[in-house]
């Protein structure tokens, strides 16, 4: 008995299955099949005749990543063989599949669809690191979003979520187009989803990332209320840094997209995200901050930003780098993030002595 699986499909609001069988004994052979969605079991099919070639045909109601479980045996009831499909990943919203790049890359499915990356701690432990990706080069001609620092943290012992900002083919700070708000519903959901199921309280969830990382892990942290978080180089003022940026059509494409129909709103919007959030919150994460001297970042973001923290009474550190292009934070800001995220993880560890 031969059997020939073709590759799961989506095509015309269907999932689409067949295989062939081919069986030279001319003996009679059963199928039945198990339907994946996330990785569980959503509808059992129990055994019916096989035909030399068969098609199955099923309706998703809910985006997912979707496989088949095979099963096929002969007439005297033996199990002669079970396989699984191929992994569908689909986003129902509009019709769209997805596809992963990394093996260790998941899809979370909410009201839009995030791909990430998740560890869990070497040994048990009740402390999340999640981190935000910065803006690359190539993001402004097209290319897609990359994930951050995941060698850089491979040596803390602690769950590690890496989440990719990537929404409707570009970037969005991780909230969304002209303050809609969907892709940041669905990030959070995805972090929640993990914190519960991994026992970790928002105290114990330290915030990272660098350049518009860094401006995520900022702005989480001031409005879900996590413990710590570690910032490098931020953009507080984003519409304005876009727009200096947006020098070529296809950025400035990008830099349209984001702001939405209505410039003025989204240039409010966008300006005023940190600053607003700053004024909301009523419990401040742990602070650490890092920056280049001659950075423009520093001058024109983080320090009305510190300014603002020191009329509020609003804790932090800041740790100053001797470079000055922006383009050099990666190659300063990864040790300090690497040394400042092993000291939060020992110091919650002992119970806060260090």
């Given at each position: ?143 897609a979003p990359v994930y951050n620092h995941i060698r850089t943290l491979g040596p803390v012992n602690a769950n ?135 950075d423009f970042h520093y001058p024109d973001h983080l320090q009305p930003l510190l300014t603002r923290f020191s009329e509020k009474g609003i804790a932090y550190q800041l ?36």
């Amino acid at each position: 008995m031969k059997v020939n699986m073709k590759e799961l499909k989506f095509q015309n609001g269907k999932l689409t299955f067949t295989f062939d069988l081919y069986n030279s004994f001319r003996q009679s052979y059963e199928f039945a099949y198990y339907l994946y969605q996330n990785g569980h079991i959503i509808q059992r099919v129990w055994y019916e005749t096989c035909q030399k070639y068969n098609e199955l045909a099923i309706v998703p109601t809910y985006s997912g990543s979707y496989q088949i479980r095979l099963f096929i045996r002969n007439e005297k009831k033996v199990m002669q063989w079970n396989e699984l499909s191929n992994l569908v990943h689909l986003n129902l919203s509009d019709g769209q599949l997805l596809d992963t790049t990394l093996e260790q890359e998941k899809i979370f499915y909410s009201d839009v669809p995030v791909k990430y990356i998740f560890q869990k701690a070497q040994t048990p432990s009740d402390q999340l690191v999640i981190s935000f990706s910065g803006l690359y080069s190539t993001e402004f001609k097209g290319g897609a979003p990359v994930y951050n620092h995941i060698r850089t943290l491979g040596p803390v012992n602690a769950n590690k979520l890496f989440i990719l900002d990537s929404y409707k083919n570009q970037f969005c700070y991780y909230v969304g187009f002209a303050g809609s708000h969907d892709y940041e519903r669905s990030v959070i959901a995805l972090i929640t989803t993990i914190a519960n199921k991994e026992g970790i309280a928002s105290e114990n969830i330290i915030a990272t990332g660098s350049s518009k990382g860094g401006t995520a892990a900022l702005y989480y942290s001031l409005k879900y209320y996590f413990g710590k978080a570690i910032v490098g180089a931020p953009q507080i003022y984003i519409a304005d840094y876009l727009n200096r940026r947006a020098t070529s059509p296809s950025m400035r494409e990008r830099f349209d997209q984001l702001m939405g129909p209505d410039s003025n709103y989204g240039f409010s919007f966008w300006n005023q995200l940190i600053f607003n959030q700053v004024e909301l919150t009523e419990k401040f994460p742990e602070f650490y901050f890092h920056v280049g001297k001659g950075d423009f970042h520093y001058p024109d973001h983080l320090q009305p930003l510190l300014t603002r923290f020191s009329e509020k009474g609003i804790a932090y550190q800041l740790d100053l780098g001797d470079y000055e292009e922006h383009s050099e934070t990666g190659l300063y800001f990864t040790p300090f993030l690497l040394k400042q995220t092993e000291q939060l993880i020992t110091k919650n560890q002992s119970g806060g002595v260090e």
